[in-house]
Antibody, heavy 122, light 110 residues
Framework: QVQLVESGGGVVQPGRSLRLACTSS????????MHWVRQAPGKGLEWVVV????????YYADSVQGRFTISRDDSKNTVFLEMNSLRAEDTAKYYC???????????????WGRGTLVTVSS | QTVVTQEPSFSVSPGETVTLTCGLS?????????PTWFQQTPGQPPRTLIY???IRSSGVPDRFSGSILGNKAALTITGARADDESDYYC??????????FGGGTKLTVL
């Protein structure tokens, strides 16, 4: 059973940074592409970023390119999202999701965590 | 900028069949986009229902089915139930690592 758990959310001032983590209990994240998807309050889902199974490739949405950085530490079974220069419009619940297939797959998203809330406000 | 289109809202009576669609602002959706459908109820994370056009995730009832209809991906719910009332999102894989979500369809069952 794949269970993903996000952490690290909170209230942060505009322009500051925050680091989210996504870990899995009961299964390894190693060998699988991992995504972050966010959802602003009352809004739809927005894809944010994906990291390849080996960490060598990372693809970002235009809205976060240059400000967010995804990484993974398979020894800790954890994927991270470093968010810098945060803006009010980054306020959202952030979900991590694992792809269904291994190796070079970036899609589809199959398993989801429950999310962690990030609020950017002064 | 590619936009994935979905009906903003849909209403269905219990027991009826409803088909939600997922299109592109420019071009046609094919199976190569690996259409994936998600269900989300208030306060809950998304749940993957259908992936790769028509493959049901584990535990998803066979009342839910996916297909390509014309130039769009489609999610059909046969015999809608009250607890199917949710937001439904589709996502397409655009290649090069990029995924795009549709704006979602709010399904009302009444």
């Amino acid at each position: 059973q794949v269970q993903l758990v996000e952490s690290g959310g909170g209230v942060v001032q505009p322009g500051r940074s925050l680091r989210l983590a996504c870990t899995s209990s009961g299964s390894t994240l190693s060998g699988y592409g991992m995504h972050w998807v966010r959802q602003a309050p009352g809004k739809g889902l927005e894809w944010v970023v994906v990291i390849s199974y080996d960490g060598n490739y990372k693809y970002y949405a235009d809205s976060v390119q240059g400000r967010f950085t995804i990484s993974r530490d398979d020894s800790k079974n954890t994927v991270f999202l470093e968010m810098n220069s945060l803006r009010a419009e980054d306020t959202a619940k952030y979900y991590c999701a694992r792809v269904s297939g291994g190796s070079g797959s970036y899609f589809p998203l199959l398993y989801w965590g429950r999310g962690t809330l990030v609020t950017v406000s002064s | 900028q590619t936009v994935v289109t979905q009906e903003p809202s849909f209403s269905v009576s219990p027991g009826e069949t409803v088909t939600l669609t997922c299109g592109l602002s420019s071009g046609s959706v094919s199976s190569s986009y690996q259409p994936t459908w998600f269900q989300q109820t208030p306060g809950q994370p998304p749940r993957t229902l259908i992936y790769n056009t028509d493959i049901r995730s584990s535990g998803v009832p066979d009342r839910f089915s996916g297909s390509i209809l014309g130039n769009k991906a489609a999610l059909t719910i046969t015999g809608a139930r009250a607890d199917d009332e949710s937001d439904y999102y589709c996502a397409l894989y655009m290649g090069g690592g990029i995924s795009v979500f549709g704006g979602g369809t709010k399904l009302t069952v009444l």
